[in-house]
């Protein structure tokens, strides 16, 4: 199946300053990309997604691109501020079969933003 | 606030007890999906159900099951608990089938804390 790596683990950054979180997949048909924004004793909340016809989109300081061919995609969160703490998950959703519509997750990164 | 609302919200039970986990998915959508959040794993997909019907298996236990009522409330049921099945428990939900080029956007609920003592 679909195999999703997320990297950092951990970043911090100073407020104001930008945070980029990247994500790969493993699965050539995969064509639904959701990041997710988790706080503490939360559940997940989509924040921003792109699906494979589009190559970049924009939601206010929020901005996620998508490289098809070198099969990876990444979030990018411009003057950041405390309340972007959290935990951001990117995942990949693949039409496949029995797979259909299931979301492959990656292990999170833990976005810390300091004042 | 989702829409999607899980009840309870925080579970302690003992090793080899049985639990129920409820899940109202949002107003109109007929997809539900259930997720297990652990430490080690992340976010593992476990069950999808459709309408009323399983749509998709990911790596859910065989002491695991889960079903989706005509209303389209769902219920996952742990069985014979262990140790290791403490974990976040998120239930989400989508609009429609993907199979017909719904928008598989799915809105995840606060989730259940299950803790096995």
């Known amino acids: 199946g679909e195999n999703v790596e997320q990297h950092p683990s951990t970043l911090s950054v100073q407020e104001g300053d930008s945070a980029v979180i990247k994500c790969t997949y493993s699965d050539s048909a995969s064509n639904y990309f959701p990041w997710y924004k988790q706080e503490l004793g939360k559940g997940p909340q989509l924040i921003i997604d792109i699906r494979s016809n589009v190559g970049e989109k924009k939601d206010q300081r929020i901005a996620v691109t998508l490289n098809k061919t070198a099969k990876h995609f990444s979030l990018h969160i411009t003057e950041t501020q405390p309340e972007d703490s959290a935990v951001y998950f990117c995942?990949?959703?693949?039409?496949?079969?029995?797979?259909?519509?299931?979301?492959?997750f990656g292990r999170g990164t833990q976005l810390t933003v300091w004042p | 606030d989702s829409g999607v609302t899980q009840t309870p919200k925080h579970l302690i039970t003992a090793t080899g007890q049985r639990v129920t986990l409820r899940c109202s998915p949002r107003s109109g959508d007929l997809s539900v999906y259930w997720y297990q959040q652990s430490l080690d794993q992340g976010l593992q997909f476990l069950i999808q159900y459709y309408n009323g019907e399983e749509r998709a298996k990911g790596n859910i236990l065989e002491r695991f099951s889960a079903q989706q009522f005509p209303d389209l409330h769902s219920e996952l049921n742990l069985s014979s608990l262990e140790l290791g099945d403490s974990a976040l428990y998120f239930c989400?939900?989508?609009?429609?089938?993907?199979?017909?080029?719904?928008?598989?956007?799915?809105?995840f609920g606060a989730g259940t804390r299950l803790s096995v003592l």
């Open positions: 995942a990949a959703s693949s039409p496949r079969g029995s797979t259909l519509g299931r979301l492959y």
């Open positions: 989400a939900s989508s609009a429609g089938d993907e199979g017909v080029r719904a928008k598989n956007i799915q809105y």
